[in-house]
């Protein structure tokens, strides 16, 4: 399954749902927001991955408790929403309150809601990101191939099924990570292409995702 088929397939709309009920935020802004955050996690663990501490680390992680299970399981969202607190502070680091912040400014989801809804997704991103290592077979070893293929594959998918609101968000968001120029993901994505409201426009020849966000929710 590509992350553009989790995005628009069951699972997304499941998740979506769920926290639309639960935050009062509009499903179309869940998935806006899933379409961002899922690459900016897999960017930060690809960068991370590179370690060979962390690559263990994480690949222990996905055996123990990412299994994907979650993705035909909605009844997980909400009992592992604390764990997908701490996921989120490992992954990011210090730059979680930035990142928080830049992504609340792009959604227009306010700055208190963000992180519990970032908290129910990171739990599907990771098992997502596990169920294609179980379909791989890559260990510690494999980890940075197997996250730069998914983000690869969803910038082809992205690009060869034309224009659509998701695919728009993601060839922005992916058109901003693939370079890593800085070797930070936190300035690839949020700082060259959400960075500023999306008012940059680097390398997309547009107004950026805000522009992209903004004809979303304003339909």
């Known amino acids: 399954m590509s ?3 989790l995005l628009t397939g069951n699972t997304g709309n499941e998740v979506a749902q769920q926290a639309e009920n639960k935050f009062g935020i509009s499903k179309n802004q869940i998935i806006a ?3 961002v955050a899922a690459p900016l996690v897999i960017s930060y663990l690809r960068n991370k ?6 690559a263990e680390a994480l690949n222990n992680a996905l055996d123990k408790d990412h299994d994907g299970s979650i993705l035909n399981d909605s009844s997980q969202l909400e009992a592992r929403q604390a764990e997908g607190g701490s996921i989120l502070s490992h ?12 992504l609340s400014q792009n959604t227009g989801i306010s700055i208190d809601k963000i992180g519990p809804i970032l908290a129910m997704l990171a739990p599907v991103i990771m098992g997502y990101i596990g169920k294609e290592k179980q379909q791989s077979n ?3 070893g494999g980890l940075g191939d197997l996250l730069g293929g998914i983000l690869g594959n969803a910038s082809n998918q992205a690009q060869t099924q034309g224009s659509s609101p998701l695919n728009d968000i993601l060839g922005s968001v992916l058109g901003g990570g693939q370079s890593q120029s800085s070797g930070n993901p936190l300035n690839d994505i949020l700082g060259s292409v959400l960075g ?7 390398q997309q020849g547009g107004g950026g995702l805000g522009d992209i966000l903004g004809g979303l929710f304003g339909k």
């Open 3 to 5: 992350l553009i088929d």
């Open 33 to 35: 927001l899933l379409a």
């Open 49 to 54: 991955s590179q370690d060979a501490k962390e």
């Open 91 to 102: 992954i990011f680091g210090g730059d979680k309150q930035n990142v928080e912040n830049q």
């Open 138 to 140: 890559v260990g510690a």
């Open 196 to 202: 500023g409201g999306g008012n940059q426009q680097k």
